[in-house]
């Protein structure tokens, strides 16, 4: 056996580049789908807690015969006075014939992807056309769903709701006229349609 494994790592900007929102959002169709004829599995996720923070890990296959999909990574609280991410995820993907380990991807720019472009996919299928749309929370996730429902819906203004306002918060606002940043829900919840 050898002792050395090389496999390529996919880091985020190029899964970025690799899937725009259009993209993100297909899969994210063809995976609903997936899920709607029973073909798709999603294993139970695994946790271990460790005080406030934790490891975790899933499980999942988007089809009968594509590769198994492994999820892992860790919440650090700590890591954000380091300078360092509190949240950080690896994917693996494995062979569907071998189960050999073909590559393994930054899994946080995925999540982001992926849960912006679900997130997008089902606001298309319940909601009309919203004129004013609220956006709860202005962290990362907050700012991809505020920076997806631009794109997909053009609305006339939306609201950016967040505890604190970050540069990446400022950053949008300044980019879009119509954004304005609230740290007020319920005036933002009743505004918005």
Request: one cysteine or more; hydrophobic letters at 45%; proline letters at 4%.
């Amino acid at each position: 056996m050898s002792g050395e494994v090389s496999l390529p790592f996919i880091p985020a900007d190029a899964v970025e580049r690799a899937f725009p929102l259009e993209t993100a959002m297909e899969t994210q169709r063809k995976v609903f789908a997936a899920f709607d004829r029973g073909d798709a599995v999603m294993g139970k996720r695994g946790v271990i807690p460790n005080g406030s923070d934790a490891s975790f890990a899933y499980v999942a296959r988007a089809s009968q015969n594509g590769p198994t999909i492994v999820k892992f990574g860790s919440v650090t609280n700590s890591n954000a006075a380091r300078g360092l991410p509190v949240v950080q995820a690896y994917i693996c993907i494995l062979d569907p014939v071998t189960g050999t380990l073909k590559s393994l991807i930054d899994g946080e720019s995925v999540t982001r992807i992926r849960t912006t472009a679900a997130s997008m996919v089902a606001a298309q299928a319940l909601a009309v056309q919203s004129k004013t749309i609220a956006v709860i929370g202005a962290g990362l996730q907050g700012i991809a769903h505020a920076r997806a429902a631009i794109e997909v819906f053009f609305p006339e203004s939306l609201i950016l709701i967040g505890r604190s306002i970050s540069a990446e918060a400022q950053e949008l606002e300044s980019e879009f006229l119509r954004v304005r940043i609230s740290q007020n829900l319920d005036e933002a919840i009743e505004s918005a349609d």
